[in-house]
């Protein structure tokens, strides 16, 4: 069996989807009888990964659109012989339909998040919907979501929530490299990492902000590291500036992966109060640090935390709560990895996915 994957990104990329899309094609390619894979990420940014044996990683596609559409014609012009394409991103729907209707292969949409909420700003894109064969969301949110304006009654939905690399994210000391780098010995440490884009905020950055003064009031030692980068970071700064937390806010800018667990480890508590995330896989890396949390109860991040049994959810709009949130999550001991973390190895997530694969060949035999 060979597989077609259309990606935003993967190996070489950055951020949740990157690591989701890098784990379903670790995982497709460990399928029994999938000979080939075939990914064509539309961004590489980084150095690849070693690749998985049997996949065949198509990065001549990057750079512009005109490219990455010229390297999917350049591949179905060759083969047609796919049995499944994997879309991984709404707006790549249009291609993956070209691609169904050269090879006749069904499509499986993956979504993620808020892409996938509302219509998308393309009609034709909101059309080629209903050619989707599987829906593969990352979170029952996000697929409630979606349904809510795809009337697609008869596609078939299955759920492939994101995983951790419970033997890489591990509870450890503090470097001490890093408290030196921010100057954190003796201090109580807030942390959330995400990207700061202006078009995305969404991720709770500015809540834990406007209420960081209070908690500042009952634990003076209180520090907020904001981790990652983008282009609101400006704004950020000048936001806490005004809110005179200057001394009590830390703008760490991108966190390479090989610093990530570093970073996790540092916190004395991982804050999150989102309301836009699909899923929310870095609640997940911070968990299985040990790191107590705090995340949302209006989005999919709720899922991460198994509804609240692994971790605090709470209401991002409620200043109060949100307080009392983090207080509780400081008291809660470091160093502890929720049992039910388990659920969301990568061995499960290959199990699911597997479970997903056959069941989409065996009804389109």
């Not at 596609?155 to 001490?176: E, I, Q, W, Y």
């Amino acid at each position: 069996m060979r597989i077609l994957a259309l990606l935003t990104d993967a190996f070489g990329g950055h951020g949740g989807i990157a690591k989701f899309n890098c784990d379903l094609l670790t995982a497709l390619c460990a399928y029994p009888s999938c000979k080939e894979v075939v990914a064509i990420p539309r961004l590489v940014v980084y150095e690849t990964e070693p690749l998985p044996h049997n996949l065949t990683y198509v990065t001549n596609g990057t750079g512009n659109k005109f490219k990455y559409i010229f390297a999917i014609l350049k591949q179905l012009i060759r083969h047609h012989n796919f049995r499944l394409i994997l879309c991984g991103h709404i707006n790549l729907l249009p291609l993956a339909t070209l691609a169904k209707w050269r090879t006749g292969a069904p499509i499986a949409l993956i979504i993620h998040g808020i892409e996938a909420w509302q219509p998308t700003k393309n009609w034709l894109t909101n059309k080629q919907t209903k050619l989707v064969d599987t829906i593969i969301s990352v979170s029952s949110f996000t697929m409630k979501r979606f349904f809510s304006w795809a009337k697609l009654p008869n596609v078939r939905k299955c759920l492939l929530p994101n995983s951790v690399d419970l033997a890489r994210f591990t509870p450890g000391h503090k470097d001490k490299s890093l408290l030196s780098r921010y100057d954190l010995n003796g201090k109580t440490l807030l942390m959330t990492l995400g990207r700061l884009v202006g078009h995305e905020r969404y991720k709770g950055f500015d809540e834990v902000l406007e209420i960081l003064s209070e908690l500042i009031d009952e634990i003076p030692n209180v520090v907020y590291l904001i981790a990652g980068n983008g282009n609101d970071s400006q704004r950020l700064k000048e936001k806490a500036k005004k809110l005179n937390l200057s001394n009590h806010v830390i703008f760490s800018g991108y966190v390479s992966e090989a610093e990530k667990v570093g970073h996790y480890r540092l916190a004395d508590a991982f804050v999150m109060p989102s309301r836009g995330e699909g899923f929310g896989i870095v609640v997940l890396e911070a968990m299985a640090c040990g790191v107590p949390v705090v995340a949302s109860e209006a989005d999919g991040s709720k899922e991460a935390t198994r509804d609240g049994e692994m971790g605090i959810l709470v209401d991002p709009a409620d200043k109060e709560k949100l307080k009392n949130a983090i207080i509780e999550a400081l008291k809660r001991p470091k160093g502890v990895v929720p049992d039910k973390l388990d659920y969301f190895s990568f061995q499960r997530f290959e199990k699911r996915c597997h479970k997903i694969i056959d069941t989409i060949i065996e009804q389109t035999k």
